[in-house]
């Protein structure tokens, strides 16, 4: 879990909003906080045996509502999700390690306001990845290539 996000204050946001802090709620809250950096549903879905799987993913969706979790899509497609630094931003993932960073420079104004006015489309959203390679990856590379 994110060092700035415990369970309490997460439980006492859901509270404060009106949500129900049921014990299969507090069963997916805690079993993510032990799940790490990134996870998937399906990891949670599978550590919580006894909980119902349309209520791992209720729980999620509800968390990522809240901008407690936030989503991230790997470039082979597969959704993961990890605790969020709240408010807008987005990710940069490593294709090789699976490392995601985020980032708040979303300089897309100007394409969202030509988009609306091209096609009459309100535009209410959208969501950035960024996919190469981290730091670390980048330079093990060169190092790698020259192995016989």
């Not at 879990?1 to 204050?9: G, I, P, Y």
């Not at 091209?118 to 670390?136: M, Q």
Request: charged fraction near 25%; hydrophobic fraction near 40%; glycine fraction near 6%.
């Amino acid at each position: 879990m994110a060092k700035h996000t415990n369970l309490s204050t997460v439980i006492q946001r859901m509270e404060d909003r009106g949500y129900r802090v049921t014990a299969p709620r507090l069963a997916v809250l805690a079993a993510a906080a032990d799940c790490g950096d990134q996870f998937s549903a399906e990891e949670l879905d599978q550590r919580l045996p006894r909980v119902g799987r349309a209520t791992v993913f209720r729980t999620l969706k509800l968390l990522v509502e809240m901008d407690v979790l936030c989503r991230v899509l790997l470039d082979d497609g597969s959704l993961r999700y990890r605790w969020s630094r709240r408010g807008h931003h987005h990710h940069l993932v490593c294709n090789e390690c699976g490392a995601v960073q985020d980032f708040t420079a979303c300089d897309v104004a100007d394409l969202v306001s030509e988009l609306t006015h091209r096609t009459n489309f309100t535009v209410e959203g959208h969501w950035l990845e960024v996919y190469g390679r981290c730091g670390t990856c980048a330079h093990a590379a060169p190092a790698l290539a020259a192995l016989p």
